[in-house]
């Protein structure tokens, strides 16, 4: 049973940046796709953005050009660097693993069979 355990969230003005990690309690076939979600409250949960085994990655076109996703292996960590944060950007992050590809479906929530806790950025104006 693959583990994740995000980290790093916090409260920063408008323009700020954070950075949030989630480290996985194996690197396996199980975690070779990993994914953000986020959820700010009375709506769905969206992809932010996921990476594949050998790096590629994807962004909902709302993060593109701010935040930025890498893994490092070794680590079995996965991050996301969140630059020109804006108020809406505010929600419960949630790291997200499942085996095989991202692919174009990366988007789709239902797919990931492991998933943290999750961590709260909170952005003000």
């Known amino acids: 049973q693959v583990q994740l355990a995000e980290s790093g969230g916090g409260a920063v003005q408008s323009g700020g940046s954070l950075r949030l990690s989630c480290a996985a309690s194996e690197y396996s076939y199980s975690t070779y796709c990993m994914a953000w979600f986020r959820q700010a409250p009375g709506k769905e949960r969206e992809g932010v953005a996921a990476i594949e085994r050998y790096g590629s990655t994807s962004y909902a076109d709302s993060v593109k050009g701010r935040f930025t996703i890498s893994r490092d292996s070794a680590k079995n960590t996965i991050y996301l660097q969140m630059n020109s944060l804006k108020p809406e950007d505010t929600a419960m992050y949630y790291c997200?693993?499942?085996?095989?590809?991202?692919?174009?479906?990366?988007?789709?929530?239902?797919?990931?069979?492991?998933w943290g806790q999750g961590t709260q950025v909170t952005v003000s104006s």
């Open positions: 997200a693993a499942d085996g095989g590809q991202c692919g174009s479906w990366w988007e789709r929530h239902s797919v990931y069979n492991y």
